[in-house]
């Protein structure tokens, strides 16, 4: 994530606050309980958020780990691409009496 995407973020979850504190003042809440409401809601978010965040580092469903995936297989194509005829079918051989 790059730092743009965070500054942007932050900026969106402090808007979002004002606007949902606005809109439970519109409700008919008070001062106070609309505060309380919308910071409640805010702290819920963010830790789903969060737990999002934790659940895509635990399954290695990070952009990191997906540009190092991409980047692997690339090398390995490009290896395979500049192997000659008697290469490939030496390492067909190897592959055969390794199953």
């Known amino acids: 994530m790059r730092r743009i995407d ?4 932050s ?7 004002g606007l949902i504190y606005l809109a439970f003042q519109a409700i ?4 106070l309980s609309a505060g309380v409401w919308s910071q409640a809601l805010l ?5 789903a958020w969060t737990l999002t965040y934790l659940f895509r580092v635990a399954n290695k469903d990070m952009t990191y780990n997906q540009q ?8 390995l194509q490009k290896r395979l ?11 067909q051989q190897e592959i055969k009496q390794e199953q």
């Open 43 to 47: 702290v819920v978010g963010v830790l």
């Open 68 to 75: 190092l995936k991409d980047y692997e297989d690339a090398v």
């Open 6 to 9: 965070v500054i942007t973020i």
């Open 28 to 31: 008919g809440f008070d001062g």
């Open 11 to 17: 900026l969106g979850i402090f808007v979002g606050g």
């Open 81 to 91: 691409e500049e192997m000659t005829p008697e290469e490939l079918e030496k390492l």
